[in-house]
């Protein structure tokens, strides 16, 4: 019982941790149909912007959000352009051998240009903590959530009550139907796949003061979204929301009261991934995506 | 005359086609070395440092050995094991190389073990501190291990801390689920418990896990005098921010290796402070040239001041271990003449140098490695900006400082 409290606080500032993570990849392939295996290269194009910014110029990571996000959508950009645009009909399993590849030379890129060394940013705040109602509330990772959770919430409304979202939401629903009524569907392909890159950079930001940034650190992030997103209902973005407070919940859960747990916890929420999987193939909100 | 000057010029093309083929015969002569090396992937950590000391060791001969050129054959093995193999393969099988430098990182070099044996060539081994490697070499003549095995990381740390502070104290362990956590952990409990030290917990984290504090908590409960934390680098960094955050309160952090490296250090800031580990290496220590061979073996402060001039950055553990290793078996070719890899085999048992790494000399170990060079380790501890060195008491320039 001792342990509750900071076990329902952990889960939750995970959760919020693991929401960013799957968001853009949940937007890329709702809309695109596509599955951005070089989505963890965003993450990590943007963990090296944050902390490019904050040792060369002393901006601290949230600040410099916007122009890595920026930044990152620009490479977005040209990933759809010289990529991805040239495979949008093509069958999925040649897209994610493509993104795949290119996922690999953005890492490779990152290791001639970063070199292989480890590094974090470190903020007053990425070190501070206090103690309240008897739980250690960590600042980095409660400013983490909430940039987590006012991206996602941002990306909702955008994507409800802006033309471009409503055109994007229309595109993911029913593509020839939205390019009768006169949308341009490989321009919001196109927008769609920049905000997830950007979606994926300001993730690399927010954890670039809590997680260790290396080239290779994308990967594992990708495998995490990737079973968020599945969980979720592949390009619902209110089910990747769920997905990823359950996932979080049931890892912190094992963690905590599970001996040794840390080592069972990734397990046991993939186990809980494929047991959903069994009984609601479509994920908690997803769509049928059999086409 | 004419004739004259056709002779002249018949011996000229004559001569001229001696020393172009003199030259060809001499560009012939050459020494390859394989560097199997991790230049991507995972550990490109390691093999970026291990191809910078491979660059020192090279230029300190000046690109030649007993009248060889050296020529070194480096291949990525992408830090993967298959990677290390099929390298190791190329190497031994199309290039039919002698002499191999590489890989570094403990479980590639256990993978490259049964592509090794296919032909047996001289093999040096700057890294790989894991048992069941030492297990795999028993016995073997022509492997050349030049890093401490796993346990210097917890015998240094063990008998220090049980001298400074007593018997008797709790200890937790934290390591991560890959094989070098797990490689460590029966080493770690063993030592601590050998010095006299109660193990009251063990806790499991995930490679690359986002939150370790779970782990971290359940730790807390158990009121531990020492924490020791085994993984790599990567993980370390985390762990450290995360020890740091949660004000766990414990007065004694022990790391496995990362708390040497300065890009942990500029990673963590100043969660760095107290934390202790065993070192083999550390840069701005006073260590002398070797009297015989001071070009090859200079001053530390020398060799890691024109380190720095070359790469804009400290020298690192695996580049001052891997310039020592190539430069050791250079000098081991040099003595057997050229490329004669059994005669070159005794030369390196025979070498005995005053290196920055410590005396470089082979000796059989206790658990059956036939050649093994610097196994000896010294303990440090971060305080502040400082380093200091708290065991061997021969070697320390000051005390423990318990976190407050």
């Known amino acids: ?291 | 005359m004419r004739a004259f000057r056709y002779i002249r010029h018949m011996v000229m093309g004559a001569l001229c086609g001696l020393f172009i083929t003199g030259g060809i015969a001499h560009a012939q002569k050459v020494i390859r070395i394989g560097a199997p090396l991790e230049l991507t992937g995972k550990f490109v950590i390691y093999g970026s440092q291990g191809q910078r000391g491979l660059e020192m060791a090279v230029e300190a001969f000046a690109g030649t050995v007993a009248g060889h050129r050296i020529e070194v054959l480096l291949r990525d093995i992408q830090s993967t094991n298959q990677g290390a193999v099929s390298a190791m393969t190329d190497l031994l099988e199309k290039e039919k190389v002698d002499f191999l430098i590489g890989p570094i990182a403990s479980g590639l070099v256990s993978a490259a073990v049964p592509a090794w044996r296919q032909r047996k060539p001289l093999w040096i081994v700057p890294g790989a501190s894991a048992l069941s490697f030492e297990e795999a070499i028993a016995g073997e003549s022509m492997v050349f291990h030049t890093y401490a095995w796993g346990y210097g990381y917890h015998t240094g740390p063990a008998n220090a801390l049980a001298a400074a502070f007593g018997k008797g104290k709790k200890v937790a362990i934290i390591y991560s689920d890959g094989a070098y956590g797990r490689s460590h952990l029966p080493d770690a409990r063993k030592h601590y418990t050998e010095a006299g030290f109660q193990i009251v917990a063990t806790e499991l984290v995930r490679e690359n896990a986002a939150d370790m504090n779970p782990a971290l908590q359940k730790i807390r409960l158990t009121k531990p005098d020492v924490l020791v934390a085994l993984m790599q680098t990567t993980d370390g960094i985390v762990v450290a921010k995360q020890i740091h955050v949660a004000k766990l309160g414990i007065p004694i952090l022990v790391g496995s290796a990362f708390p040497q490296f300065q890009t942990w250090v500029d990673a963590v800031g100043e969660a760095a402070n107290g934390w202790i580990t065993a070192v083999a290496y550390l840069a701005g220590q006073a260590v002398p040239a070797d009297p015989k061979y001071p070009r090859i073996f200079p001053a530390a402060k020398d060799w890691e001041a024109a380190f720095t001039k070359k790469y804009n950055r400290e020298p690192e553990l695996i580049d001052a271990m891997v310039y020592t290793s190539a430069a050791m078996l250079f000098l081991a070719i040099d003595r057997a003449g050229g490329g004669d890899k059994e005669r070159v085999a005794k030369e390196l048992r025979n070498l005995g140098v005053e290196t920055i790494m410590g005396e470089g000399k082979f000796v059989p170990t206790p658990g059956g490695a036939v050649n093994q060079a610097f196994n000896e380790m010294f303990v440090i501890q971060r305080q502040g900006d400082k380093i200091v060195t708290v065991w061997p008491k021969a070697r320390s320039n000051g005390q423990f400082k318990p976190i407050q």
């Open chain 1, 1 to 291: 019982m001792t342990l509750l409290p900071q076990f329902l606080l952990d889960a939750l500032l995970l959760g919020g941790l693991y929401c960013l993570m799957a968001v853009g990849l949940a937007l890329c392939f709702g809309v695109t149909r596509i599955i951005n295996f070089a989505h963890g290269e965003m993450i990590m194009f943007g963990a090296y912007g944050a902390f490019l910014l904050s040792v060369h110029f002393g901006i601290d990571p949230l600040l410099s959000l916007p122009l890595v996000a920026l930044g990152v959508a620009l490479i977005g950009f040209l990933v759809f352009k010289l990529c991805v645009q040239r495979v949008l009909d093509a069958p999925h399993v040649n897209q994610i051998l493509l993104l795949f590849g290119v996922g690999l030379i953005l890492q490779n890129i990152a290791v001639l240009i970063f070199t292989g060394d480890e590094r974090s940013v470190t903020t007053a705040y990425s070190l501070a903590s206090d103690q309240f109602f008897g739980m250690m509330v960590a600042y980095g990772r409660l400013i983490a959530f909430a940039v987590s959770i006012g991206l996602t919430v941002g990306l909702i409304v955008w994507l409800r009550i802006s033309e471009m979202g409503r055109a994007i939401q229309a595109v993911a629903q029913q593509r020839d139907a939205a390019k009768l009524m006169g949308i341009n569907v490989t321009a919001m392909y196109m927008v769609s796949f920049m905000v997830s890159a950007a979606l994926g950079s300001a993730t690399g930001a927010a954890m670039s003061f809590l997680l260790t940034i290396t080239p290779f650190m994308g990967f594992h992030i990708l495998i995490k979204g990737f079973a968020i997103v599945v969980l979720g209902g592949l390009g619902s973005v209110g089910g990747t929301l769920i997905a990823a407070f359950v996932l979080a919940f049931v890892e912190t859960g094992v963690s905590y009261y599970v001996p040794e747990g840390g080592g069972w916890a990734e397990g046991v929420a993939l186990a809980v991934l494929l047991m959903v999987l069994i009984l609601r193939p479509r994920g908690f909100l997803g769509q049928a995506v059999d086409n």
